[in-house]
């Protein structure tokens, strides 16, 4: 059965949807899995999408295996799927989590962007 997206999170849009950071199982506690930027595939139900993660935390290689930092672009393959409406958020600025480094207080990051001045396990949006 084939369903027609309602709108609420359209194919294509994107997104930020739960998934476990690397080491976390993916049977943990969904609630405490952070918010990494997707893309929304399709509706697959009446509260289901299938999703593409897009972090490059979550990338692999075709062997299956993280892929390190630097990795170019072309060989990553990226994790998708299935969230229903309570584990996707639309994308947009988030606010960055790093400690105050530079004295001028927390920031905003657009979609894609990550924080020039957050230290080792800083990178991460506030509340991850």
Same mark, same amino acid.
Do not use: I, Q, S, V
């Given at each position: 059965?084939?369903?027609d997206n $309602?709108?609420?999170f359209p194919d294509g849009a994107a997104v930020q949807a739960r998934y476990p950071d690397a080491g976390r199982r993916s049977g943990s506690d969904r $609630?405490? =899995?952070p =918010?990494? $930027?997707a893309t929304v595939e399709q509706q697959c139900g009446p509260d289901e999408w299938l999703v593409t993660i897009e972090d490059r935390r979550a990338a692999e290689l075709e062997d299956g295996t993280p892929a390190p930092a630097?990795?170019?672009d072309e060989q990553l393959l990226f994790?998708?799927?299935f969230r229903d409406a309570s584990e996707l958020r639309p994308?947009?600025?988030r606010l960055c989590a790093?400690? $105050?480094l530079d004295g001028q207080g927390m920031h905003w990051l657009e979609r894609g962007r990550s924080c020039g001045l957050a230290g080792p396990g800083q990178g991460r949006e506030a509340g991850q």
């Open positions: 059965m084939t369903y $309602d709108g609420r $609630d405490a =899995w =918010w990494l $930027d630097g990795t170019p994790p998708m799927c994308a947009g600025r790093h400690a $105050d």
